[in-house]
């Protein structure tokens, strides 16, 4: 399954863009849309305008606790591709730093959300990671952009420089919010220890940064155990050296990103609010996005097994907990009438989080694969919704597996 194949399937996803006359304006919405591809539309802002309605970037992600600013420049000029890329770049370091500014000085405090309908304010104790891009749009044979960068060009916050086709592998591989973000700090301090990423040349990029692994990971690792480690560069190294698409189990993965897609098919008939069924798709596209692809394979096995065992009438539940952040997500099977299974997910939300000791529950409840249909009910729950020391009955608490029987769906 390629990007194209995957963005067909979502709801609501951007049109792929036609080539037309302004080459600049179609790169700058390739590069959209392949950002949109691991982020989702609900992430990605276009053209976004900033202070006086003037645009501020190119392009811009606002995901979770994560602000990117991209930058664009096509090459349409008769100069030589090294002369035209560092007046290029140039250009481009001015801009990122100068969006920069705008956000960390307060000029600007908000965007237009079109996915929403809505302004989503910017809140710098939220957003604590502002980085940025600069896309090159050249074919030209490898160079090292690096090399063309002035220290005094430089911003002072994390950024990175790659072609067009540079993003397209790069979104072709790490194609989830959290994959993307990790490639892109981990290619970022890669560039601070002598990495010189060439252009058109990121899959050499990639196989170089799985060599440096040990090094650039070794700060997250602190008080995880050997083992830990161990899988964790295991599988960060596999993810760089070869396309996680081209693995067998990689189609239970897309399970996860369904659910994503179909949180934002929200049927009025089904929501008391319609701008509030919107943002709950909003938050469900966010908590999801944090779960790479990796553990999207692994989770989605799940998913099938308890679709397909759960019965007419009965019920399946499988629970996955993000314990850094204090994220529990239920997944519930049942082949009950929906209003009845909406009712038994919410209440199965507010007894995990009685048992699991977390207030953050987010539960997702759809039929069987017998039934043969397909619709999703959704809630997040972020305060406790029991009294204290509430007396539920075992026979309910007993339906949610235990924590020792799941551990290695515990992150």
Same mark, same amino acid.
């Given at each position: 399954?390629?990007?194209?194949?995957?963005?067909?399937?979502?709801?609501?996803?951007?049109?792929?863009?036609?080539?037309?006359?302004?080459?600049?304006?179609?790169?700058?919405?390739? =590069?959209?849309?392949?950002?949109?591809?691991?982020?989702? /539309?609900?992430?990605?802002?276009?053209?976004?305008?900033?202070?006086?309605? /003037?645009?501020?970037?190119?392009?811009?992600?606002?995901?979770?606790?994560?602000?990117?600013?991209?930058?664009?420049? =096509?090459?349409?000029?008769?100069?030589?591709?090294?002369?035209?890329?560092?007046?290029?770049?140039?250009?481009?370091?001015?801009?990122?730093?100068?969006?920069?500014?705008?956000?960390?000085?307060?000029?600007?405090?908000?965007?237009?959300?079109?996915?929403?309908?809505?302004?989503?304010?910017?809140?710098?104790?939220?957003?604590?990671?502002?980085?940025?891009?600069?896309?090159?749009?050249?074919?030209?044979?490898?160079?090292?952009?690096?090399?063309?960068?002035?220290? %005094?060009?430089? $911003?002072?916050?994390?950024?990175?420089?790659?072609?067009?086709?540079?993003?397209?592998?790069?979104?072709?591989?790490?194609?989830?919010?959290?994959?993307?973000?990790?490639?892109?700090?981990?290619?970022? %301090?890669?560039?601070?220890?002598?990495?010189?990423?060439?252009?058109?040349?990121?899959?050499?990029?990639?196989?170089?940064?799985?060599?440096? !692994?040990?090094?650039?990971?070794?700060?997250?690792?602190?008080?995880?155990?050997?083992?830990?480690?161990?899988?964790?560069?295991? !599988?960060?190294?596999?993810?760089?050296?070869?396309?996680?698409?081209? /693995?067998?189990?990689?189609?239970?993965?897309?399970?996860?990103?369904?659910?994503?897609?179909?949180?934002?098919?929200?049927?009025?008939?089904?929501?008391?609010?319609?701008?509030?069924?919107?943002?709950?798709?909003?938050?469900?596209?966010?908590?999801?996005?944090?779960?790479?692809?990796?553990?999207?394979?692994?989770?989605? %096995?799940?998913?099938?097994?308890?679709?397909?065992?759960?019965?007419?009438?009965?019920?399946?539940?499988?629970?996955?907990?993000?314990?850094?952040?204090?994220?529990?997500?239920?997944?519930?099977?049942?082949?009950?009438?929906?209003?009845?299974?909406?009712?038994?997910?919410?209440?199965?939300?507010?007894?995990?989080?009685?048992?699991?000791?977390?207030?953050?529950?987010?539960?997702?409840?759809?039929? $069987?694969?017998?039934?043969?249909?397909?619709?999703?009910?959704?809630?997040?729950?972020?305060?406790?919704?029991?009294?204290?020391?509430?007396?539920?009955?075992?026979?309910?608490?007993?339906?949610?597996?235990?924590?020792? =029987?799941?551990?290695?769906?515990?992150?």
């Amino acid at each position: 399954m390629d990007i194209y194949e995957q963005m067909a399937m979502r709801f609501d996803a951007t049109e792929v863009p036609t080539p037309s006359e302004a080459i600049s304006i179609d790169n700058e919405k390739l =590069t959209q849309w392949y950002l949109e591809h691991a982020f989702f /539309r609900d992430f990605v802002y276009r053209n976004p305008l900033g202070r006086k309605g /003037r645009e501020f970037s190119d392009a811009l992600v606002v995901y979770g606790d994560t602000m990117i600013v991209i930058q664009n420049k =096509t090459h349409s000029s008769a100069r030589s591709p090294v002369e035209w890329t560092e007046s290029a770049i140039r250009d481009a370091l001015g801009q990122l730093s100068g969006s920069f500014r705008m956000i960390k000085e307060g000029f600007v405090r908000e965007f237009e959300n079109e996915t929403l309908c809505s302004k989503v304010e910017i809140d710098l104790r939220k957003h604590v990671y502002l980085y940025g891009i600069i896309v090159i749009a050249q074919d030209g044979d490898p160079l090292d952009p690096y090399d063309l960068i002035r220290i %005094k060009d430089a $911003p002072s916050l994390p950024f990175n420089v790659m072609t067009l086709n540079d993003m397209f592998v790069v979104i072709d591989r790490m194609d989830t919010a959290s994959d993307f973000i990790t490639y892109f700090e981990l290619r970022n %301090k890669a560039t601070q220890i002598g990495l010189r990423p060439k252009f058109n040349d990121e899959v050499n990029t990639m196989r170089e940064l799985a060599e440096l !692994l040990p090094e650039l990971m070794k700060e997250s690792f602190r008080g995880t155990s050997p083992e830990v480690q161990l899988r964790t560069l295991r !599988l960060r190294k596999e993810h760089l050296v070869a396309r996680i698409k081209d /693995r067998e189990d990689y189609k239970f993965s897309i399970l996860i990103d369904d659910i994503i897609a179909r949180a934002h098919d929200v049927d009025p008939a089904w929501v008391d609010d319609l701008s509030a069924g919107k943002q709950l798709a909003h938050d469900v596209g966010q908590a999801y996005g944090f779960l790479d692809r990796e553990r999207r394979i692994e989770i989605g %096995k799940r998913l099938i097994e308890a679709a397909i065992s759960a019965k007419s009438g009965g019920s399946r539940t499988v629970v996955h907990i993000q314990r850094h952040i204090g994220q529990v997500y239920l997944y519930f099977f049942s082949g009950a009438d929906r209003k009845l299974r909406r009712d038994d997910m919410y209440m199965m939300s507010a007894v995990a989080q009685e048992k699991y000791g977390y207030k953050n529950v987010l539960a997702v409840s759809t039929e $069987p694969v017998a039934t043969g249909g397909r619709s999703y009910d959704f809630i997040n729950l972020k305060e406790k919704q029991f009294k204290t020391q509430a007396e539920i009955p075992r026979e309910i608490i007993e339906q949610l597996p235990d924590v020792s =029987t799941m551990r290695q769906m515990i992150e």
